[in-house]
C-alpha cells in the first residue's frame, strides 16, 4: 500500500476520469474512494483508461473502497460491496473499509441518492439508526476476501475508518481476519497519538485524511473549519517549509508519512499533484515533527451528521 495515494472525496463526476488517469500518469498508484463520493465508476473508467495504454498493470494499483452507513447488515454489505467493485470495472478491490461505526436505516439501491445518506434530502432530519452491530458487519467484509478457501472473494484485505480504541480492541477480540487499516482524521489539529500508537502496535496500518486541516473544509462552509487558521499560514510549518525548499503541503504530507502514516491528498492541480506525490523525497528533523505535532488541539472537522446541520 503506497504512502501516498490520491483520495478523490468531492473530485466531482464530469472530471474524476481525467484526474484519476492523470494521477496514474504522474506516478500514482494508490486511490482512495467510497461508496458514497458517487464516483467510483468514473474513476474506475481512468483507472481502465491507464491500463489500456500499457501505464500500468492492475496488480500495480491498490484501489481502495468504503462500506456506507445504510449498508451494515450483512446482505446489503455484499450487495453494496458487488455493486462498488462492479462499479470500478478492474475486477476486485485491494482494500475495503467499514466507513463509519454507524449502522443506518437501509435505502434502496434503486432510490435517488442523498449523499452520504446521513440525513433526508431535504436535510431535515438524520437516517434513523439500525440495530446492527459491527460484528455482523465485520464477518460480511471476512467473506468477502479472496483467500484460497474463498476463490470467489472480491477483496483483498479489510478494515475499518471513523473508528476509536475502545472500539479497535473489541473488533480484535473477535476478528478471524483482523483489520489491516485504520482510516482517521489526522492533521497537526487532530493528532491522535493514542489511536495511532494503539493501532500501529496491533500492526494496522494508519491511513490519515484531511492533512491539510480545514482546507478540506471551508468549501463545505463548516463552521469550524471558516474559524481556524489555514495549516499552510502557521509559522510553524511555512517557516520549516521555507527550510527545506518545499511548499507546506509537502511538509504537512512529510509529517505524516515520515511517522508512517499514509496520505491520500486531493488536488485538481497537476503541479500540486506532482508536488503530493514528490513529498516523501526528504526528511524532517525530530524537533520539526514535534514542533509541528505540538500544534494539536482536539479540534476534529468531521462530525457527521453535526456538519450538515451545522
Known sequence: MPLVGFGIWKVPRETC???????????YRHIDGAWDYTNSAEAGKGVQRAIAEGIVKREELFIVSKLWNNYHKREHAFEMAKLENEAWGVGYLD???IHFPIAQEFIPFDKLRWPCFWSDKEQTKVTPLAKVPIAETWKALEDMVQTKEN?????????????????LYDLLSYARIQPSVLQIEHHPYLTQPVL????????????????????SFIEMNHAGAL??????????VTSIAAKHGKSPGQVLLRWCTQRNI????????????????ES????????????ISALNLGLRFNIPPINIFA
Open 227 to 236: 474559524k481556524a487558521k489555514p495549516l499552510f499560514e502557521v509559522d510553524a
Open 262 to 277: 499514509i496520505v491520500i491528498p486531493k488536488s485538481n492541480s497537476v503541479e500540486r499533484l506532482k508536488q503530493n506525490l
Open 95 to 97: 482494500l475495503f473499509l
Open 196 to 215: 495511532i500508537k494503539m493501532a500501529q502496535e496491533n500492526n494496522i496500518a494508519v491511513t490519515g485524511y484531511s492533512t491539510f486541516g480545514p482546507q
Open 17 to 27: 476520469a481525467d484526474q484519476v488517469y492523470n494521477a496514474i500518469k504522474l506516478g
Open 151 to 167: 476463490p470467489d472473494g472480491f477483496v483483498k484485505s479489510i478494515g475499518v475508518s471513523n473508528f476509536h480504541p475502545q472500539l
Open 280 to 291: 516523501s523525497t526528504f526528511d524532517l528533523t525530530k524537533e520539526e515533527i514535534e514542533q
